[in-house]
């Protein structure tokens, strides 16, 4: 295993559990992460909650294919961007079809190109709550950005490692792990370094250190209210812009309710320009693959996404 380094932090962070870690866990991670396991040889198992995984199969490639062109027309030029083929890239090398989960952040990396890349220099980006890498991969195979951050659990964290040791992307000394100030400021600054992952429950390093954007991709939505007010008080900190895309309206498995609406987005008063604000336009039909037909996203399960800058 090439990332044997990390594989130990991060499982030996994991063992050491206490009520730091726990209370960055919302009812439905606590419930998501109970059958965890992890081996360095097998992978990673019982992680339903990270997206789908739809192995790089002829009839799996031919039904996502199909279905996507449906929903967007054949013609639709994101099929030919930049991003759909860096993403693509990523897909292979991991054994994986391009599905709705990647073809997403295709859109967003579209969306962020057009509003934000083509305007000015992004050097640090941090997404926090990925799922399987599909953020992280693209953005570190672009090579547009001169650090990639995740911030993420342990679990989540783990089966990136093995996602991204599938690309043969990175070599050991380019990815980090970091849970302490010290240490971030060192691999911000060491051009070697790539990719630094970050505990959630360390999540506060990441105050004020001139990280220029942050993603969050339907991971806001799983998380506890104080853990997101927790994210954008660091995001503000930063004086960053923000892309996010979650449910409109969500409950959790322990009663808790998350409204976008209500996201603490000028969580101090002043300093916030919104860029975009709307029901996602790509969020408006889904197909799926027990049930292979097209259906209209319900109003119980709409997802808005929002782009704004922190001054």
């Known amino acids: 295993m090439k990332f044997q380094k990390q594989y130990t932090v991060l499982c030996g962070l994991l063992s ?24 360095k040889q097998t992978g990673v198992t019982g992680l339903s909650a990270i997206g789908k995984y739809s192995r790089n199969r002829v009839l799996s490639r031919i039904y996502h294919y199909l279905f996507q062109r449906l929903i967007f027309s054949f013609s639709n030029k994101i099929f030919s961007s930049p991003w759909y083929k860096l993403s693509k890239q990523c897909a292979e090398q991991q054994n ?4 709705m989960d990647i073809l997403r952040h295709v859109f967003t990396f579209d969306l962020l190109d057009r509003y934000i890349f083509k305007k000015q220099k992004i050097n640090n980006v941090c997404v926090i709550g990925d799922g399987q890498s599909n953020f992280v991969s693209p953005a570190i195979r672009s090579n547009r950005f001169n650090k990639v951050v995740s911030v993420n659990i342990e679990e989540v964290l783990l089966n990136d490692i093995f996602l991204i040791e599938k690309e043969n992307l990175l070599e050991e000394e380019e990815v980090a792990i970091v849970t302490n100030d010290e240490n971030l400021q060192v691999f911000l600054n060491d051009n ?19 990280i220029e954007l942050f993603v969050n991709i339907a991971s806001f939505q799983e998380m506890s209210v104080s ?40 969580i101090s008063g002043g300093g916030l320009s919104v860029i975009i604000d709307e029901y996602c336009p790509w969020y408006v039909k889904i197909y799926h693959m027990k049930f292979p037909y097209i259906v209209k996203i319900s109003k119980a399960t709409r997802h808005k996404h929002k782009l704004v800058k922190y001054n």
């Open 227 to 266: 853990v997101i007010k927790n994210y954008f008080e660091i995001i503000k900190s930063n004086n960053a812009y923000l892309y996010t895309f979650n449910r409109e309206y969500k409950k959790l498995p322990g009663g808790e309710v998350l409204e976008f609406s209500k996201y603490p987005w000028d």
């Open 96 to 99: 994986r079809s391009v599905d």
């Open 16 to 39: 050491c559990k206490n009520k730091e870690q726990n209370k960055h866990k919302s009812s439905y991670w606590s419930r998501k992460t109970k059958n965890f396991y992890t081996d």
């Open 192 to 210: 070697h370094t790539k990719l630094i992952l970050i505990p959630a429950q360390k999540s506060k390093i990441l105050t004020n250190i001139g």
